[in-house]
T-cell receptor, first 113, second 114 residues
Framework: DAGVIQSPRHEVTEMGQEVTLRCKPI?????LFWYRQTMMRGLELLIY????????DSGMPEDRFSAKMPNASFSTLKIQPSEPRDSAVYFCASSPSPNQPQHFGDGTRLSIL | SQELEQSPQSLIVQEGKNLTINCTSSKTLYGLYWYKQKYGEGLIFLMMLQKGGEEKSHEKITAKLDEKKQQSSLHITASQPSHAGIYLC??????????????FGTGTRLKVLA
């Protein structure tokens, strides 16, 4: 079975550029989560969707971050404009319901120069 | 807001030794998950505990949930180099506004010396 698929695996870009991270959840999973992981702050929930609808975006750092889920099989996390402090590993995860374990993608390692 | 504190933060053990990792919650636990993460990879789900006193095992890894202590422990018996990685606990919760939240512990970095 295909797991959660994220792209790209690595992204290096200059400050000020727009960055788009992509995620394909596991088919049939109604919940999709975006996380950010850093050494300083650990794993932080940014936003999650239920049936393509954003439910809680209180973890999104600021207006430069936006996330969309146009359909059940695709989501994007966009940063515009990007800043060096956005450098981190970004994970996408999905689960069939809130109280079921989440399945994680391999993450996107983002470096903003 | 609820927080999960893990101890120790890092651990180095000799192959074959037993070890325990703890996860303590600042609020009541209604369930707890354990994940393992290898460098450069995503989190791999290990086990889910839902009831107080529940204990589950997978190969040489055993996890327990103590609701009264608001704590869970992960025990590895006869550790192997393949056990090395970062272990994270996670717990579901509900915010004051009623939305679903999922928080993670600070992580325990395990190294097993061959």
């Amino acid at each position: 079975d295909a797991g959660v698929i994220q792209s790209p695996r690595h992204e290096v870009t200059e400050m000020g550029q727009e960055v788009t991270l992509r995620c394909k959840p596991i088919s049939g999973h109604d919940y999709l989560f975006w996380y950010r992981q850093t050494m300083m702050r650990g794993l932080e929930l940014l936003i999650y969707f239920n049936n393509n609808v954003p439910i809680d975006d209180s973890g999104m750092p600021e207006d430069r971050f936006s996330a969309k889920m146009p359909n059940a099989s695709f989501s994007t996390l966009k940063i515009q404009p990007s800043e060096p402090r956005d450098s981190a590993v970004y994970f996408c995860a999905s689960s069939p319901s809130p109280n079921q374990p989440q399945h994680f993608g391999d993450g996107t390692r983002l470096s903003i120069l | 807001s609820q927080e999960l504190e893990q101890s120790p933060q890092s651990l180095i053990v000799q192959e074959g030794k037993n070890l325990t990792i703890n996860c303590t919650s600042s609020k009541t636990l209604y369930g707890l998950y354990w994940y393992k993460q290898k460098y450069g990879e995503g989190l791999i789900f290990l086990m889910m505990l839902q009831k107080g006193g529940e204990e589950k095992s997978h190969e040489k890894i055993t996890a327990k949930l103590d609701e009264k202590k608001q704590q869970s422990s992960l025990h590895i018996t006869a550790s192997q180099p393949s056990h090395a990685g970062i272990y994270l606990c996670g717990a579901p919760g509900v915010t004051t506004s009623g939305t679903y939240k999922y928080i993670f512990g600070t992580g325990t970095r395990l190294k097993v010396l061959a």
